[in-house]
């Protein structure tokens, strides 16, 4: 069975990889998509503001400060809504 993942997951995911600055190439072998499905989230993170774009000798993507933010909240909440063994 192939679980799919969810939007925020997957924006998680391109935050955390754009950390230190990212080329679209790395963003889609390490975050598991395609070069035709990444870019509509790059063009949302960009619009909101939490990715931003280099360009140089290769165009880089590098989460920004409110997309650093963004990425805790999303820990915070994964967290408290993590499944947790039953209580007896």
């Known amino acids: 069975m192939v679980l799919k993942r969810d939007k925020l997951s997957i924006i998680s995911e391109i935050l955390q990889k754009c950390i230190g600055g990212a ?20 063009d949302l993170l960009i619009a909101r503001g939490l990715l931003e774009v280099s360009q140089g000798s290769t165009v880089t993507y590098t989460t920004t400060e ?23």
């Open 66 to 88: 409110k997309g650093i933010k963004l990425l805790e909240d999303l820990k915070r909440v994964h967290d408290v809504l993590k499944e947790t063994p039953e209580q007896d």
């Open 23 to 42: 080329t679209k190439t790395a963003i889609v072998y390490q975050v598991n998509l395609n070069f035709k499905t990444v870019n509509p989230y790059l």
